[in-house]
């Protein structure tokens, strides 16, 4: 049971990454992504690649995990430059396609459908399996922190001041004297970079990875974790992951308690709760539990 | 004679077979409240969209203050020092009035990405600066005590200042102001002229698009009349008012003389 409860920490730790990468493509400078699994999957297989065949070290590999994912958010910025809403939503989940049918297909790189094993982890093997969850617990949660400081400080930023704009009205950030295109590019290639950064870690803590691991469901409850907290607030996206995670996997003890029902419909319980939870959440707290604030605010003295 | 501060010259935009700007030509001199005006349909929107960036053009030169602006991109536009607003008030409605001035701040190091997350020394004090012009500026147009209450929740009238706060935010050389008291009370109107009378004592030239013509008489000369994409007539409101091409324009041809 300890075990299962620190793997769900890691794990959340992992959603947590993502939703708040995504927060600031999404919240912040309000493009949907719904392609971020595809980040995640480039930082993830980045990572593995040059540490089992190139043998780089392991914080070198999260680095370039990172930085890959960070290339490819600034290209498809440039590629949706032009597109909202609907359409980037389609582009998006295309992109995150792609990526898992380039991994299963490209043999020679990623060895297809089979994946990729044995990719290293910290003191794996020196230390029993229990000892390594709880330090990759703390790695894990250690990014997450290190992740929400910066970002909350760049949200909270002149930089983050224009992203809201963006999201609000791109004429009015242009006329501000904005570049808005720009701005869009840095704020995706931010956000990726994050999301690849967790795809990174999660190869080296699963130490497998197949394309199969990367398919659309995740990228959806990283969306419904950030519409849970709040889109917009930093702390939203993290208490949006905790509640995600805690509302799939406390589930399947809920439904296990119901006498008088079939396995199988334990199951469609399960998610028949998971599904009445969210919707009530969201019509009882459209704005999430923790609501965007911005932090400027005028000195006493200069309101009479 | 020193050259005007923004020329035209035979600017053209068509949308499908709709030809919006026939090859309009304009001027508008240093340290004047120019009027823009003529009836639905003149082109007047077509203009102001082209002229500050937020469309291009299909043809025709916009010079500003000896700079060829021409179908330049509205964020460089706004940096050459001409700004403008938006008819239909565009507050950024989640960030507070404070936050839209702040916006419209120039030369701010923390826009850059590296600098925001450093929090350095020169982000901190541009914002400062800037946050000191934007108190000054709520001051003088009465939004003071709504610095810190979001865009969304403003009078529409509180809205229309808010538009000029903005642009003023921009340390703009011309301001282009759209239909700046359209749907205002006569009061507050009276009060948006006082203050864009003010600008002009100070050497701000304004651009003004605006249907209130007690507005436009009051405050601005020249005048200058669009009808069908063009330059119909410019001078004084009175020689304009006069000007049967003018009358003719916004009412129509007599059919029995």
Not at chain 1, 2 to 19: D, Q, R, S, T
Not at chain 1, 128 to 146: D, E, K, R, T, Y
Not at chain 2, 41 to 69: E, H, L, W
Not at chain 2, 219 to 241: H, R, T, W, Y
Request: charged share 15%; hydrophobic share 50%; net charge positive.
């Amino acid at each position: 049971m300890e075990a299962y409860i620190v793997a769900m920490l890691v794990f959340a730790g992992f959603y947590a990454l993502m939703a708040l990468g995504l927060n600031v493509i999404w919240g912040l400078a309000g493009m949907v992504n719904l392609g971020l699994v595809g980040f995640f999957a480039v930082g993830a297989y980045a990572s593995a690649l040059l540490t089992t065949k190139l043998l780089w070290p392991m914080p070198l590999g999260w680095a370039a995990g990172a930085a890959i994912a960070a290339v490819a958010g600034g290209i498809m910025a440039l590629i949706v430059a032009r597109l909202r809403g609907d359409y980037l939503a389609i582009v998006t989940l295309g992109f995150a396609e792609v990526i898992r049918l380039v991994a299963s297909n490209e043999i020679w790189l990623t060895n297809g459908t089979d994946g990729i094993s044995g990719i290293p982890g910290p003191w794996r093997g020196d230390v029993s399996p229990q000892q390594f969850n709880l330090i990759f617990l703390a790695l894990v949660w250690c990014a997450v922190g290190i992740a929400f400081l910066l970002l909350s400080r760049a949200s909270h930023s002149p930089f983050g001041r224009v992203l809201r704009a963006v999201r609000e009205d791109e004429d009015v950030a242009a006329v501000a004297g904005k570049p808005v295109l720009w701005f869009k590019l840095r704020a995706f290639a931010l956000g990726a970079a994050v999301v690849g950064f967790a795809g990174a870690l999660y190869a080296h803590y699963n130490a497998y990875i197949a394309p199969d691991g990367f398919a659309p469901l995740l990228t959806i409850y990283i969306v419904l974790a950030l519409t849970a907290g709040g889109v917009g607030a930093m702390r939203g996206a993290v208490v949006g992951a905790l509640f995600v995670v805690l509302l799939l996997e406390s589930t399947r003890f809920l439904a296990q308690e119901i006498p008088g029902v079939t396995p199988v419909q334990k199951a469609a319980l399960r998610e028949s709760i998971i599904a009445l939870s969210l919707i009530l959440l969201l019509r009882f707290r459209p704005q999430g539990l923790i609501p965007e604030r911005t932090r400027t605010h005028s000195r006493p003295g200069a309101t009479p | 004679m020193t050259a005007p501060l923004l020329e035209v010259r035979g600017l053209v935009r068509r949308f499908g077979g709709v030809v919006a700007l026939d090859g309009l030509d304009l001027a508008v001199r240093r340290g004047t409240v120019t009027a823009l005006i003529g009836p639905n349909g003149a082109g007047k929107s077509t203009a102001f969209q082209c002229i500050s960036g937020v469309i291009r053009p299909d043809g025709g030169n916009v010079i500003f203050d000896g700079q060829d602006i021409t179908g330049a991109r509205p964020d460089r536009v706004t940096r050459a020092g001409l700004v403008r607003s938006f008819q239909i008030a565009r507050g950024i409605p989640r960030l507070t009035v404070l936050e839209n001035l702040l916006l419209y701040g120039q030369h701010q190091p923390g826009e850059s990405l590296a600098v925001a997350l450093l929090a350095t020394q020169a982000m901190r004090r541009r914002e400062e600066e800037l946050r000191a012009r934007a108190e000054a500026i709520a001051a003088r147009l009465n939004l003071s005590r709504v610095l810190d209450n979001q865009a969304a929740a403003l009078s529409g009238g509180q809205k229309k200042l808010l538009e000029i706060g903005r642009a003023l935010m921009a340390e703009p050389k011309l301001l282009l102001l759209d239909e700046p008291v359209a749907g205002v009370n006569p009061t507050l109107a009276a009060e948006i002229a006082r203050h864009i009378a003010h600008l002009r004592e100070e050497g701000m030239t304004v651009l003004v698009v605006e249907h209130h013509m007690d507005f436009v008489a009051s405050l601005c000369d020249p005048v200058i009349v669009m009808a069908e994409g063009k330059l119909l007539a410019q001078g004084s409101f009175e020689s304009i008012a006069n000007d049967a091409r003018v009358q003719e324009a916004y009412m129509g041809r007599r059919v029995h003389a």
